[in-house]
Nanobody, 117 residues
Framework: QVQLAESGGGLVQAGGSLRLSCAASGRTIRSVGLGWFRQAPGKEREFVAAVAWSTGSTDYTDSVKGRFTISRDNGKNTVWLQMNSLKPEDTAVYYC??????????WGQGTQVTVSS
């Protein structure tokens, strides 16, 4: 079973930057890539970004396009989420999960990101 560990969260002022890391213990045989999700208080978990291992192709939710960048290191089974120009509405717990052909599974425990205005 794959284990994922997020790190890099914290408190930052609006307009600031943070870089989140997601380290995977390995990959399942059907792994497509890794994705980032976030959940704000009182809201449902939402997709943020994803990257494919083999092609490096990426996908972002509209609200973070141009501000967030997802990247990966295949050899280290690690994915990063560079977050720039942060806004208070980016405040949430950020989770990474393994991207599989049928969806996402093997969720990490999350890392808190708080953006103050």
């Amino acid at each position: 079973q794959v284990q994922l560990a997020e790190s890099g969260g914290g408190l930052v002022q609006a307009g600031g930057s943070l870089r989140l890391s997601c380290a995977a213990s390995g990959r399942t045989i059907r792994s497509v890539g890794l994705g980032w999700f976030r959940q704000a208080p009182g809201k449902e978990r939402e997709f943020v970004a994803a990257v494919a291992w083999s092609t490096g192709s990426t996908d972002y939710t509209d609200s973070v396009k141009g501000r967030f960048t997802i990247s990966r290191d295949n050899g280290k089974n690690t994915v990063w989420l560079q977050m720039n120009s942060l806004k208070p509405e980016d405040t949430a717990v950020y989770y990474c999960a393994e991207w599989l052909p049928w969806g996402y599974d093997y969720w990490g425990q999350g890392t808190q990101v708080t953006v103050s205005s």
